[in-house]
């Protein structure tokens, strides 16, 4: 989980506090767990309960950086959009070349995500995923495979509808300018359209900005959902199965 969720997985975040933080956190946890199996350590079995183990956190994890590519995503858009997709920055989480729109959004996920506690949040749904999903030969199945394939298509429309607005404005504009140099060629209007374009784009962001924070809670509420209910239907799959042997 550590090598894959947001704000851990981060760049910037030195591998040695990533190392300290999980043993921590599982000196911490241990001693509440339920009864572990009782497997050969060097078997097929302890490795398949290993490989089960690494997929739930990394899992968990990547549910969270798909919440979070949706704000990136809808800075690249609004970016495009108003002719700013030239200037790029690298991104501290993940290295890459992002606009800088993107990186707008992403550094205000990022802070909201740790105002209201959401890493917290992660840790305490590792430690019930224990629980809810007890360590064993069987991990994630088919299904809560193809719940976190099928969250991910909505990934794009959830990133269109957050800057539905704004694109809506600029367009507007665009179509304007568009109309003016029909009208009146001599004017030339794309010559100083392109920086009252970046203007307004800079305008529509800040009055948008705080319509985020609603909208990145319902995201957060529905990713943490998704995960619990990716659990729960592994744990009731593999009681299906074990009614099934007995």
């Given amino acids: 989980m550590m090598l894959v969720a947001p704000v851990f997985s981060a760049k910037s975040m030195p591998v040695k506090i990533r190392i300290a933080a999980a043993i921590a956190i599982t000196m911490v946890v241990a001693p509440i767990l339920p009864p572990l199996p009782l497997v050969e ?17 990394a899992i968990m994890g990547f549910a969270l950086q798909l919440a979070f590519n949706i704000f990136v995503m809808s800075g690249h858009i609004l970016a495009m959009q ?3 997709g030239f200037s790029m920055m690298n991104s501290p989480q993940d290295g890459v070349q992002v606009t800088v729109v993107g990186q707008l959004y992403l550094m ?6 740790l105002a209201m506690d959401g890493h ?17 030969t ?6 809560g ?3 976190l394939i099928s969250w991910s298509s909505k990934m794009f429309l959830s990133a269109v ?20 140099a029909k009208a009146s060629p001599q004017l030339n209007p794309f010559s100083v359209g392109f920086l009252i374009t970046i203007i307004l784009a800079f305008a529509i962001i800040y009055v948008t900005l705080p319509t985020l924070i609603p909208y990145f809670e319902k995201i ?23 009614a099934g042997v007995k």
């Fill in 145 to 147: 495979y193809w719940m």
């Fill in 220 to 242: 957060m509420t529905d990713i943490f959902q998704l995960v619990q209910n990716i659990l729960l239907n592994s744990a009731e799959t593999i009681s299906g199965s074990s």
């Fill in 108 to 113: 205000l996920a990022t802070l909201l995500y």
């Fill in 161 to 180: 509808m957050m800057v539905l607005p704004a694109i809506t404005a600029l367009l507007m504009v665009n179509v304007s300018f568009g109309v003016m």
């Fill in 138 to 143: 069987s991990g994630i199945s088919t299904t």
């Fill in 41 to 57: 350590f060097i078997s097929g079995e302890a490795l398949l309960i290993l490989i089960h183990q690494i997929l739930i956190g």
């Fill in 120 to 136: 917290l949040i992660l840790i305490r749904e590792v430690i019930n995923s224990f629980n809810s999903l007890p360590i064993g």
């Fill in 82 to 84: 108003a002719g700013l």
